[in-house]
């Protein structure tokens, strides 16, 4: 029995792998217990509460025993500032085994020619690209100044100063409310600070990316980057088109992945749909829908790959040797065919969640999905996507709230709930599963009503109906005790 089938499959695991495991978790829990008893007793609480809700955010998933125990161990307590045999630091031989192994994994999994295993994060690994980017493509005299004060003490002009000095460089991105990221140029960010940014949109009829928009937008704009990727689109993108785009106005292409890498790597994202042959850099989170743990990854060119390489001291601090290990556990598991049997059911199930929604009349940005993210549209209901997500995590479904395009309620309050379905087909919901799951979402919005407080943001407040909760936590609990996570697991 592998680590992989306790994950994937709603079946026992075999007694052995089970009680191993058990035994394990066991065991560190009574050490953790022996010094800070609330941390064991927080940690037993988060594996009872995830077991008992359906998760449902697009971001998360479960990793296997193995890639969670990984991370662990003593390498934990490893400083190893640079890279793969050029370290600041001594004895960190074992460290460069771990980074080599990671890198390989990924290089075989995506078929890329460079893989650097070091990003903390998938912002991380975003910073990463973009300064390799700047490094490769321009002459910047004065960048080492941006260290000279906090980046939180930089004003408007400091920031104006450090683009003239790297040439006012442009980076055109998709904009936050039609499904982009923070990091795609959203000015409060760093790389809208970095940059002269200007985004990109969806045609406003369909929800679709405009290819030929976006093609005018970089013809006028003319950026040195195009950033292609999404957070919270439900819909595929051809990067072939995109890297046309960019080859026409002398832009590098980098494809942010995160969230949809498992589908990449689980072979749904073929050809035109597989960023990684046709990006410059492609970057993405080992976590979402490759099911590893929180980290990084960029995946680069072989003109990017020494700039890339920098990344450890350009702007990243000593590499997390413990979880670069368990990245190479996570992607040694993606490598395995039931990798891919796992991504096509991600795929497949997003779709009969989609199907389930339009039956009973919710509203979807796009009018649907083909890959892992389903958008609703809760204005239909009279409410607000911060009304939605909590009334819905009363009932113990759990969601986040998304912006939808040119959405009244801005970025906090938002109109939209985003719903991924990587975790709980880890878990081994089917198409069945979660047809039933739009129905206790439409269950629960319908019961939903919002009110007026006499004090604070209405958009927040929100009334249940009695015995809505109740019915759809019971009615939850039949298909999580169907499909247990990590069954045979016991503390």
């Not at 003593?74 to 793969?84: C, L, P, R, V």
């Not at 959405?407 to 939209?416: C, Q």
């Amino acid at each position: 029995m592998t680590a992989d089938s306790v994950t994937t499959s709603a079946a026992a695991p075999g007694a052995e792998y089970a009680e191993t495991a058990s035994a394990a978790y066991r065991a560190a829990l009574q050490v953790i217990e022996s010094v800070e008893p609330r941390i064991a007793a927080a940690t037993r609480k988060e594996l009872a509460d995830q077991r008992a809700s359906l998760k449902l955010i697009a971001s998360e998933n479960y990793a296997s025993p193995a890639v969670l125990l990984t991370m662990g161990t003593w390498f934990s307590d490893k400083y190893a500032e640079g890279t793969i045999g050029h370290r600041f630091y001594a004895a960190c031989q074992n460290v460069d085994t771990v980074e080599a192994l990671a890198a390989e994994h990924a290089r075989e999994l995506f078929g890329a020619p460079y893989a650097y295993a070091q990003p903390h994060s998938g912002i991380d690994a975003n910073l990463v690209a973009f300064w390799a980017i700047l490094a490769t493509r321009i002459e910047a005299p004065g960048l080492a100044d941006l260290g000279a004060k906090h980046v939180n003490d930089l004003s408007e002009q400091d920031w104006e100063g450090l683009r003239n000095k790297l040439g006012n460089q442009r980076l055109l991105g998709m904009s936050l409310d039609t499904g982009g990221h923070l990091t795609h140029g959203f000015r409060p960010n760093i790389s809208g600070k970095m940059f002269h940014q200007r985004s990109y949109g969806t045609d406003p009829q369909s929800g679709l990316i405009d290819y030929d928009a976006v093609a005018a937008a970089a013809r006028e704009f003319k950026p040195l980057i195009l950033v292609a990727g999404y957070s919270a689109y439900p819909r595929r993108v051809n990067f072939a088109k995109m890297r046309e785009i960019a080859d026409e106005v002398g832009a590098t292409l980098l494809v942010d992945m995160a969230h949809f890498a498992g589908l990449v790597a689980g072979k749904v994202f073929t050809g035109d749909e597989d960023p990684v042959p046709h990006a410059h850099v492609t970057t993405t989170t080992t976590h979402k829908s490759l099911r590893g743990p929180r980290g990084g990854l960029v995946l680069a060119q072989p003109e990017y790959a020494d700039a890339v390489d920098k990344g450890c001291p350009m702007v990243l601090g000593g590499p997390l040797s413990h979880v670069m290990a368990a990245k190479a556990v996570a992607l040694a598991e993606a490598r395995q065919p039931s990798f891919q049997a796992y991504a096509q059911r991600v795929a497949d199930n997003a779709k009969s969640l989609a199907d389930g929604f339009l039956q009973r009349g919710a509203r979807l940005v796009t009018g649907g999905t083909d890959n892992h993210i389903v958008l609703l549209d809760v204005t239909s209901f009279g409410l607000t996507g911060r009304q939605a997500e909590s009334a819905l995590l009363d009932a113990g479904v759990v969601t986040n709230r998304n912006a939808i395009p040119a959405d009244p309620n801005g970025a906090w309050y938002t109109s939209g709930i985003r719903f991924g379905t990587p975790a709980l087909t880890t878990r081994g919901f089917g198409a069945a599963e979660f047809d039933r799951v739009a129905e206790l979402v439409v269950d629960v919005l319908n019961n939903t009503t919002p009110t007026q407080a006499s004090s604070g943001p209405s958009k927040a407040k929100y009334t249940l109906a009695d015995g809505t909760a109740d019915r759809i936590h019971a009615a939850s609990a039949e298909m999580l005790e169907a499909n247990p996570l990590y069954p045979g697991l016991t503390l």
